[in-house]
C-alpha cells in the first residue's frame, strides 16, 4: 500500500505541474487585468488542437511545435484581448468585473463550440515526444508524461524569471499592483494588459500542446482544467504566480491520493472531479486569501 | 464546413472529398439514363418525408450522430436514385437533440407536427429515444430506433417503436458467456456512469455470478481522461486479475486503453483486455490507441466478414470511399433503418402508420447487417419489436492498424476464424 | 396614456390565453419549454442584474428543484404539485444557505463559487445512481394525462405570472433600492443603512426558488430527468438568452428568452452551429450594446418617434 501511495503521489506531481503551467497563465492575467479568464480553459484546448495541425500539417517536429503552438495562443489571446477587452479599460465602462465575467465566459462558449466544427467532433492525438516509459521497479511512467513535467518547469522557472529579472517582468509586476503608480513612472498600462493576457494565454496553450499526446484532445477538453485551475489559483492566493505554482502541485497529488484512498472504488474516479471544486468551494469560505495570497476578496 | 487539412484521418465531412471520380461518373450515367426508365424510375411528386433524431451537437455524442447521420443520407440517395417509394422521392428532416432528453422531446414533435413525418429512426443516447418514444407512441408514429441499447426502450411495448441495433441483454450476456467459455476467473470491471455502463454491467455481472466468476467494479465520469489511479489500483490486487473488462464509448476510451497499455497492467500475458462501447471499432481508433490497440478485444455490431451479403459488401466499400474509414455498426443500423423503413412504406403501399408497422413485423428485408425479422413476442417484455438475430461477434485485434473486419473472430464459436477464445500476448 | 398600457396588456393576456389554439402541439411545446427558460432568465436577472450577485449556479437550482420533487413524489407518494412545490421550496431554502455561506465572497469569485456549487452537485446526481438513475436518467411521474399540452401550457404560463409579478413587485418596492445600493456598491450601503445580509440572502432565497420551481415543472413535463441540466453549456444558453435580451429588465429577459428558445427551435437542423451563434450574438451584445438588443431596439423606436408624442416621463429619461 505504501508503494502504491508513493507511486499515485509521484503520478499526481507530474499532473500537478501541468495543472501548475495553465494556473500560472490564469494568475497573470488576474493580476494585470484583474479579471477571472472563464475561457482559459477553451485557450488550453486551443493550443492542443495548435500542436496537432501544426505537426499534422507543417511537419514541424513535436518539440518545436509546442513553441509554434505557444506562439499561436499567445496571438489568438492578444486578438480576442483587442477585440473584445478593451471596454475594461475604459473610465465609463460601469462594473468592469461582470463585464470581464460575462465577455470570457462568451468566448469560450464560442471557442468550445466552433472548434467541433473546426476540428470534427472525433479526439485527435498528436505524435508522442517520445516513445516507451521510464521503467523503475514497478514504478512505470511514460516518458511522454515525464518529457511534459519537465518541460512545465522549465516554462515556470522561465516565467519567475522574466517576471523578476526583466524590466517587462517589473513594469507588469507594476501595473500588476497599482495601475495608476505605473503609469506615472511611464509604463504603457494598454501594453503590458495585452501582454499579460497573451502571455497568460501562451502557457495555457503550452500545456495543452503537452498534454496532446497524453490525453487525446477533445473540443470539451477545457471544462475540466478550467475549474481546476480557478481552484489553483484560489488556493494559491490570487495573483500570486509562486503561490499557484505551489498550489498546483498541491492539488495534483492530493488529488491522485483521494483517487487513491476513497473507500469506495465504485465511486472515486467519480468524485476525484468533484475534489478540486470542492477544495475550492472551501478554500474561499475559509481563506479566501489563499495559502500565500493578498487580501483580494473584491476587486475594483 | 466540418474538417479543414486533416483529411487523411478524419472520415465525417459534408464536401464529400472522398467521391471518386468513378462514382461521379456512375452518378452522372445514373442520371442521364434516367429519363429513358419511364415514370416508375424517376422519383418524382411530393416527396415521402422521414425524420431522422440523434445527436449532433454537445452534450451529446456528436461524433458518432454525424456519422449516423451521414450514413442516412447515403441510404435516402440510393433509394432515390432507384426511383424512390410509390414513384415518389425520400427526404429526410433531420433534427438535433443535443443529447438531451428535453430536446429530443421537442425535436420528436416537431417532427411529427412541424415536418409531418410518416415515420421516423436514429437516435444514439437511450435517455433520449425513451422520452422521444413517448411522442411517437402518443401521435402513433412508427420509430425505428438505431445504436440504443437499453432493454427499456423496446420493453415499454408500444407498437410504434422498433429497434434493429442489439439491446443490452443481448450484447452482455454474450459477453459474459465469453467469459466463463475463455476461463476468466477474476476480473477487474471498469464502466462509465450512464445507460449503457451500468446496465452492461450488471447483465456481464449476472452471467459471472451464474458461474462464480470473481470480479471487482469502479465507475467512472464518461468525461474522464486519466485512469492512471484506478488502474494502479488494480494492478496491485493480488491476486493478479486475469481480465480488465472496461464498458467506456466516450473519448477517454482511448486514453483508459492507452494508459493500461502503458502502465504494463493489459494486456500482458497474465492479464487480458475488453473494451465494450463501440469506441474500439471507431474511425479514429488506431491514431488514438497506437500499439495499446494491439491484442485488445471488443464487440463488433456488423455481420461477420464470412457473413457479408452484396449490400453489406456495396455499402462498406462505398462508406469507405467517400469517408475514408471502415463504418462503424452504428452507422450501418442507421442506414439498414432508411431503407427499412422505405421497404415497409413500399410494401404496405402507403404512408399509413398501420401499414408500416405491420409490414415491419413481417419484413423479412436483407440489409447490410443480414435478415431483418422483428419479434412480436412478449416475454421477455424487451423481445416485443427488437431485431433478436442482431448480429454481433467479439474480436480481438492482432495487428496494429487492422480493421475490425479483418481481426479474429473470437465468439460466438460458429463465427469464429481462430481456435483459441482469447490470446494473451507473450 | 395609461388606458393604452392596459389596452397593449390585455391584448397580450388574449393572445397568451389563446396561443394553444392558434398553434399546432410543436409549437406549442415550444412555448412551454421557452416560458421554463424564462423564468430561469428572469430570476438570474433578478439575482445578477439587479442585485449584483454573479452566479453561474443557477442551473444547479433547476436541476435540484427537479431531482428534488422528482424524488420526493416518487418515495412518499405526494400529489405532483404538492412535489412541485416541496421541491422549489427546498432549492429556496438551499439558494439561501449557499447565499448565507457566499457572504464574504462577491464578483468573480462568486461566479467561481456558485460554477463549483453546481459542477459539484452534477457529479453527485451523475454518480449516485441508485437514486437518481445517473445518465441513465429517472422517470418522472406526470402532471396531466392528457393527450394534449395545453394544461401544461397554463400552468407555465400561470407560473411564469405568478413568479414575474413577485419578482417586479420586489424590484420595484423601496427592496429594489436596496438591492440596486448593494450592486452598486456594497460598504456604502450598509453604511446607508441597508442591511446587506438580509437582502443578499433574501435575493439568492428567492431567485433560487423561482429557478427550483421551474425545474419542478420541467421534470413531469419532459418525463425524464439527467444530470445535464445542470450542464455548464446549459447555464451558457440562459445567460446567453438573459444578456441578448438585457439582464437588467426582468421583461427583457423574458424576452430574450422566448426568443433565443425560439431561435434554438429554428435553427435545429444546424446543430452544432447553433450555439457557435448564441455565443457570438452574447459577445456581441456585451461589446456593443450592453443593455441588450431590446433595449437598444426600443432606443430605435424611440428616437423616430416625434418628441411631442413622449410622456413627460420619456422625455426626462431622454434627457
Same mark, same amino acid.
Given at each position: 500500500m505504501a508503494e502504491y501511495l508513493l507511486i499515485q503521489s509521484l503520478n499526481g506531481l507530474v499532473i500537478g505541474v501541468i495543472y501548475a503551467v495553465i494556473a500560472a497563465g490564469l494568475t497573470i492575467i488576474f493580476s494585470i487585468l484583474k479579471i477571472v479568464n472563464f475561457a482559459h480553459g477553451e485557450i488550453y484546448m486551443m493550443g492542443g488542437y495548435f500542436g496537432y495541425f501544426v505537426i499534422s500539417?507543417?511537419?514541424? %517536429?513535436p518539440i518545436p511545435a509546442i513553441f509554434v503552438a505557444m506562439a499561436l495562443a499567445f496571438l489568438l489571446s492578444v486578438a480576442l484581448e483587442r477585440a473584445?477587452?478593451? %471596454?475594461?479599460?475604459?473610465?465609463?465602462?460601469?462594473?468592469k468585473s461582470d463585464y470581464g465575467i460575462l465577455v470570457t465566459f462568451g468566448i469560450s462558449i464560442f471557442l468550445r463550440n466552433i472548434a467541433i466544427i473546426l476540428f470534427g467532433p472525433f479526439p485527435l492525438r498528436p505524435p508522442s515526444f517520445f516513445s516507451g516509459a521510464l521503467v523503475v521497479g514497478d514504478f512505470v511512467m511514460t516518458w511522454d508524461r515525464v518529457f511534459a513535467a519537465g518541460a512545465g518547469v522549465a516554462l515556470l522557472g522561465l516565467l519567475v524569471l522574466f517576471l523578476g529579472r526583466t524590466s517587462w517582468g517589473q513594469a507588469l509586476n507594476a501595473v500588476s499592483q497599482s495601475r495608476e503608480s505605473a503609469a506615472i513612472v511611464g509604463i504603457n498600462d494598454r501594453l503590458a494588459y495585452t501582454m499579460a493576457f497573451g502571455l497568460g494565454g501562451a502557457f495555457a496553450g503550452a500545456a495543452g500542446a503537452l498534454v496532446g499526446p497524453i490525453y487525446a484532445l477533445t473540443p470539451s477538453m477545457g471544462l475540466q482544467p478550467d475549474t481546476q485551475a480557478f481552484a489553483i489559483v484560489v488556493l494559491g492566493g490570487m495573483g500570486s504566480v509562486g503561490g499557484s505554482i505551489i498550489a498546483g502541485i498541491l492539488i495534483g497529488v492530493s488529488e491522485s491520493l483521494f483517487i487513491a484512498l476513497f473507500p469506495d472504488p465504485s465511486r472515486g474516479l467519480s468524485y476525484a472531479q468533484a475534489f478540486s471544486l470542492l477544495v475550492l468551494m472551501v478554500v474561499l469560505l475559509v481563506r479566501p486569501t489563499g495559502l500565500f495570497g493578498r487580501t483580494h476578496t473584491a476587486m475594483e | 464546413m466540418q474538417d479543414k487539412g486533416n483529411r487523411d484521418q478524419r472520415p465525417v465531412t459534408k464536401l464529400v472529398p472522398g467521391l471518386s471520380r468513378r462514382t461521379m461518373l456512375t452518378a452522372a450515367g445514373a442520371a442521364a439514363t434516367a429519363p429513358l426508365?419511364?415514370?416508375?424510375a424517376r422519383a418524382a411528386g411530393e416527396p415521402i418525408v422521414l425524420g431522422w433524431v440523434g445527436p449532433?451537437?454537445?452534450?451529446?455524442?456528436y461524433a458518432e450522430g454525424i456519422l449516423m447521420k451521414d450514413a442516412a443520407a447515403m441510404a435516402v440517395e440510393e433509394i432515390n436514385a432507384q426511383g424512390g417509394v410509390l414513384g415518389r422521392p425520400i427526404k429526410v428532416v433531420y433534427a438535433d437533440t443535443r443529447g438531451m432528453p428535453a430536446e429530443g422531446r421537442t425535436a420528436a414533435e416537431r417532427l411529427v407536427? !412541424? =415536418?409531418?413525418?410518416v415515420a421516423v429512426f436514429g437516435e444514439f443516447h437511450s435517455p433520449v429515444a425513451l422520452a422521444e418514444i413517448e411522442v411517437f407512441h402518443k401521435y402513433g408514429v412508427p420509430f425505428m430506433a438505431c445504436d440504443v441499447w437499453s432493454d427499456k426502450i423496446t420493453a415499454k411495448?408500444?407498437? !410504434?417503436v422498433f429497434r434493429n441495433s442489439t439491446a443490452v441483454s443481448l450484447i452482455d450476456t454474450t459477453i459474459g458467456e465469453w467469459m466463463v467459455a475463455a476461463g476468466f476467473k477474476n476480473v477487474a470491471m471498469l464502466t462509465e456512469k450512464d445507460d449503457i455502463g451500468l446496465d452492461s454491467r450488471k447483465a456481464v455481472a449476472a452471467v459471472l455470478d451464474k458461474s462464480k466468476v470473481h470480479y471487482e467494479t469502479a465507475d467512472a465520469e464518461p468525461?474522464?481522461? =486519466?485512469f492512471t489511479a484506478q488502474i494502479l489500483r488494480f494492478k496491485s490486487h493480488?491476486?493478479?486479475?486475469d481480465l480488465f473488462f472496461s464498458e467506456f464509448a466516450e473519448a477517454g476510451a482511448y486514453d483508459m486503453i492507452r494508459q493500461s497499455h502503458d502502465l504494463g497492467f493489459a494486456p500482458t500475458a497474465k492479464t487480458a483486455i475488453y473494451n465494450s462501447g463501440g469506441a474500439a471499432v471507431d474511425p479514429t481508433f488506431w491514431q488514438n490507441a497506437g500499439q495499446a490497440g494491439v491484442n485488445l478485444c471488443t464487440e463488433n455490431v456488423g455481420l461477420p466478414k464470412s457473413g457479408w451479403n452484396d449490400k453489406t459488401k456495396a455499402f462498406v466499400k462505398t462508406f469507405t470511399a467517400r469517408f475514408k474509414a471502415s463504418p462503424p455498426g452504428s452507422a450501418m443500423e442507421s442506414y439498414d433503418a432508411a431503407w427499412l423503413l422505405a421497404e415497409a412504406i413500399k410494401a404496405s403501399g402507403g404512408t399509413a402508420a398501420k401499414g408500416i408497422i405491420h409490414a415491419l413485423e413481417t419484413t423479412s428485408w436483407v440489409g447490410t447487417r443480414g435478415k431483418y425479422s422483428f419479434s412480436t413476442d412478449r416475454d421477455p417484455a424487451w /423481445?416485443? /419489436?427488437?431485431?433478436? =438475430?442482431a448480429p454481433l461477434t467479439i474480436i480481438q485485434y492482432?495487428?496494429?492498424?487492422?480493421?475490425a473486419d479483418n481481426a479474429p473472430i473470437l465468439w460466438p464459436r460458429k463465427f469464429?476464424?481462430?481456435?483459441?477464445t482469447i490470446k494473451k500476448p507473450v | 396614456m395609461r388606458a393604452l398600457r392596459l389596452a397593449c396588456l390585455a391584448g397580450l393576456a388574449a393572445i397568451a390565453l389563446a396561443f394553444p389554439h392558434l398553434v399546432n402541439a410543436y409549437w406549442l411545446t415550444v412555448g412551454i419549454l421557452a416560458m421554463f427558460y424564462a423564468i430561469i432568465a428572469a430570476s438570474w436577472t433578478l439575482l445578477?442584474?439587479?442585485?449584483?450577485?454573479?452566479?453561474?449556479?443557477?442551473m444547479a437550482f433547476v436541476s435540484l428543484g427537479a431531482y428534488a420533487a422528482a424524488l420526493l413524489v416518487q418515495w412518499l407518494a405526494l400529489p405532483v404539485p404538492i412535489g412541485m412545490l416541496v421541491g422549489a421550496l427546498l432549492a429556496m431554502v438551499v439558494g439561501a444557505g449557499v447565499g448565507f455561506v457566499c457572504l464574504r465572497i462577491r464578483g468573480p469569485y462568486l461566479a467561481i463559487f456558485t460554477m463549483a456549487f453546481s459542477e459539484v452537485l452534477r457529479i453527485v446526481f451523475l454518480t449516485e445512481n441508485e437514486i437518481t438513475?445517473?445518465?441513465s436518467g429517472l422517470n418522472v411521474a406526470p402532471l396531466f394525462t392528457s393527450r394534449s399540452n395545453a394544461p401544461y401550457y397554463y400552468v407555465a404560463l400561470g407560473l411564469l405570472v405568478v413568479s414575474l409579478a413577485v419578482m417586479a413587485a420586489m424590484v420595484h418596492s423601496r427592496w429594489g433600492l436596496f438591492f440596486r445600493a448593494i450592486r452598486e456598491n456594497e460598504q456604502a450601503a450598509a453604511a446607508a443603512g441597508v442591511k446587506v445580509v438580509r437582502f443578499r440572502i433574501l435575493v439568492f432565497a428567492v431567485a433560487s426558488g423561482f429557478a427550483g420551481l421551474a425545474g419542478a415543472f420541467y421534470g413531469p413535463f419532459i418525463g425524464i430527468l439527467t444530470p445535464?441540466?445542470?450542464?455548464v453549456d446549459q447555464m451558457g444558453l440562459v445567460v446567453a438568452m438573459a444578456v441578448i435580451g438585457g439582464s437588467e429588465s426582468l421583461v427583457a429577459a423574458v424576452i430574450g428568452a422566448l426568443s433565443v428558445e425560439a431561435l434554438v427551435e429554428a435553427l435545429r437542423a444546424y446543430g452544432q452551429w447553433r450555439l457557435v451563434l448564441f455565443g457570438l450574438l452574447l459577445l456581441l451584445t456585451m461589446r456593443f450594446a450592453r443593455n441588450g438588443l431590446l433595449a437598444l431596439a426600443w432606443e430605435q423606436v424611440r428616437r423616430l418617434?416625434?418628441?411631442?408624442?413622449?410622456t413627460p416621463h420619456a422625455r426626462e429619461a431622454a434627457e
Open positions: 500539417m507543417l511537419g514541424i %517536429p473584445l477587452l478593451t %471596454p475594461l479599460y475604459s473610465p465609463t465602462t460601469e462594473r | 426508365l419511364g415514370r416508375r449532433l451537437s454537445p452534450p451529446g455524442g407536427q !412541424e =415536418d409531418k413525418v411495448g408500444y407498437p !410504434e468525461t474522464l481522461t =486519466d493480488q491476486p493478479t486479475y /423481445h416485443y /419489436h427488437q431485431f433478436m =438475430d492482432d495487428k496494429y492498424k487492422q480493421s469464429a476464424t481462430v481456435p483459441y | 445578477v442584474g439587479y442585485a449584483g450577485q454573479f452566479s453561474f449556479g443557477h438513475g445517473g445518465a445535464d441540466i445542470g450542464s418617434t416625434p418628441a411631442s408624442w413622449r
